[in-house]
């Protein structure tokens, strides 16, 4: 995990700072944009839930996307 998807955990959760659902969802599109795969699941679920972001199946479905298409 990088730096920025800790700072949206933290942010998400409450951790250490005041929770804010739309600053982490802020730090989770930094990490996912670069290509980190678990950080695009999660953003992903933030998108279905609307958790922080306004809720839509086909931004959820986009950021879902990459990280299925991915092989490990």
């Known amino acids: 995990m990088n730096a920025q998807f800790y700072l949206c955990l933290w942010y998400h959760r409450g951790r250490g700072v005041e929770k804010d659902p739309v600053l982490a969802a802020h730090w989770c599109t930094q990490a996912a944009e ?3 795969r678990y950080e695009q699941v999660y953003l992903g679920n933030m998108y279905h839930t609307g958790d922080g972001v306004e809720q839509g ?5 986009h950021w879902h996307g990459p990280a299925d298409d991915e092989s490990h």
């Open 34 to 36: 670069q290509g980190y």
């Open 57 to 61: 199946l086909q931004r959820a479905a």
